[in-house]
C-alpha cells in the first residue's frame, strides 16, 4: 500500500510519524512523509521518502500571534494561507498514494482526501501533556493488519508505567 504521511509541528509531533513511517515500511509498505522543513535532517537519518512542505511557517505564526494589538487576525491569516498551500501540495502528492494519514493539525488533510476519494485517518497524539494518565495515542488499522502495535502507542504504555 502506497502512503502518505502529513504531520507538522514539534518534535513531539514529528518523531511519532517517523517512528511510524519505518514500521509501515517494514511491513512492506510504501510510505512517503510530507513535513516541516526544520525536520529534513531527521528525515534523512530515517532514510525516508519525505517531501518538505511549501506551507511551513509555524515560526512565523506564533511570533505574530504574540502581537496583542492584532488579537487573533494573524492566526487566523496563517490558518487560511496554510490551507490554500495545502491544497495545492497534497492533491498532486496524494493521488499517487492509496490513503491519507494526518495529524490533527492538518487543516485541509479531510477535505484533500475527500476530493481525491481516498481513504483518510486522522490521529491525535499529545505528548506535552504532563502526568501519568495519559490516553495512548491512536491509529486505527484494518483487521488485515491488526497484528501492528502502533510504535506511539507503545511508548505511551511504556511511559504511564
Known sequence: MKILLVTR???????????????LIKRGHQ??????????KEAKAYQLDYVL???DDI??????????????KPYLKWMRDVIDVQFKQLI????????LIATNSEFAAASVADYCQ?????????PFIPGR?????????????????????????QYRQ
Not at 498532486?92 to 490513503?99: A, R, S, W
Not at 483518510?120 to 497524539?125: D, L, M, Q
Open 9 to 23: 509541528g514539534s518534535q513531539g509531533d514529528i518523531y511519532p510519524y517517523l517512528t511510524i513511517a519505518s514500521a
Open 31 to 40: 510510505v512517503t512523509l510530507n513535513l516541516p522543513q526544520i525536520f529534513e
Open 53 to 55: 512542505q511549501d506551507f
Open 59 to 72: 515560526q512565523g505564526m506564533v511570533s505574530k500571534a504574540g502581537e496583542k494589538s492584532e488579537g487573533a
Open 92 to 99: 498532486p502528492l496524494l493521488k499517487e498514494h492509496d490513503i
Open 118 to 126: 481516498k481513504p483518510f485517518i486522522r490521529t491525535a497524539f499529545a
Open 133 to 157: 494518565h495519559i490516553p495512548p495515542s491512536y491509529l486505527p488499522l484494518s483487521k488485515a493488519s491488526s497484528n501492528f502495535h502502533s510504535p506511539v502507542y507503545l511508548e505511551a504504555a
